[in-house]
């Protein structure tokens, strides 16, 4: 079957990733959590000084871009790809409350996103990929076969967030979450540059009274319409 390309995109914490991964594992394409690009860039701004309190020294990040290598390796015990920043696995050091609660400005400055934006287009040159994001159907790639907008309501997503933490064993508090859910929304609707909106090609898909195995399978039937349309005709012309 031909390779294409899956965006999908949508709010924070909607299970953009589970349907992404899940997918990318069960048709043998590429995984990749463009999020997990900006929160590794924002961990990397904390842990060389680059905030000061909430105001980020844009300039100092602009000039270490050039230093901070994000890459993505198979961890075989999850079938998943985990984040390496510079080398080392920081997975889940990116997934942190710290991390959740300082990156929507990181995602917002324009000098990140070209970085990243590029990083990302060179990673799906040859199709085969699931990306989840927020601006992939409109930015990254704008061409892509089948392009999918996901959300649910705040209380519904933080809900998640809150059991997800949870079951890892990292320590939240189900307001705090809420309070982070919305200001996300927000910052990513409103920044300048690829705000986060439904590409006009895209399909919509509101998962908040969807079961996980419900949505993989709209999802699934979606990439199969998808690759039925584009697969070239067997019939010759009578
Ligand atoms: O999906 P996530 O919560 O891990 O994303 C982290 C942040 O990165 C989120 O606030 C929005 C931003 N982001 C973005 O601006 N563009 C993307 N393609 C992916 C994420």
């Known amino acids: 079957m031909k390779k294409i390309t899956i965006a999908i995109d949508g709010f924070s914490s909607c299970g953009k990733s589970t349907m992404a991964k899940d997918l990318a594992r069960e048709i043998g394409y590429i995984y990749i959590d463009s999020g997990a690009m900006y929160r590794a860039v924002t961990l990397y701004a904390l842990e060389h000084g680059i905030f000061h309190g909430e105001d980020i020294d844009s300039a100092r990040l602009r000039e270490e871009m050039g230093n901070i290598d994000i890459s993505f390796r198979l961890n075989p015990a999850t079938g998943c ?113 690829s705000p986060l909106r439904q590409a006009p090609d895209a399909l919509l898909l509101d998962n908040s009274h969807l079961t996980i195995a419900q949505q993989q399978e709209w999802l699934k039937e979606q990439y199969l319409k998808v690759c039925q349309d584009h697969e070239p005709s067997t019939h010759s012309p009578a």
């Open 81 to 193: 790809p985990d984040t390496y920043l510079n080398g080392v696995n920081v997975e889940k050091r990116i997934r942190t409350m710290e991390v959740s609660a300082h990156v929507s400005p990181i995602a917002a400055l324009d000098f990140v996103r070209q970085a990243l934006v590029a990083s990302q287009q060179a990673m799906g040159r040859d199709k085969g990929i699931v990306m989840d994001g927020r601006d992939i159907g409109t930015t990254v790639f704008p061409d892509a076969e089948l392009k999918v907008f996901v959300t649910a309501s705040p209380e519904i997503r933080a809900q998640r967030r809150y059991d997800e933490l949870k079951a890892k064993g990292m320590p939240a508090s189900l307001d705090e979450i809420l309070d982070n859910v919305k200001q996300r929304d927000y910052i990513d609707q409103h920044r300048q540059t």
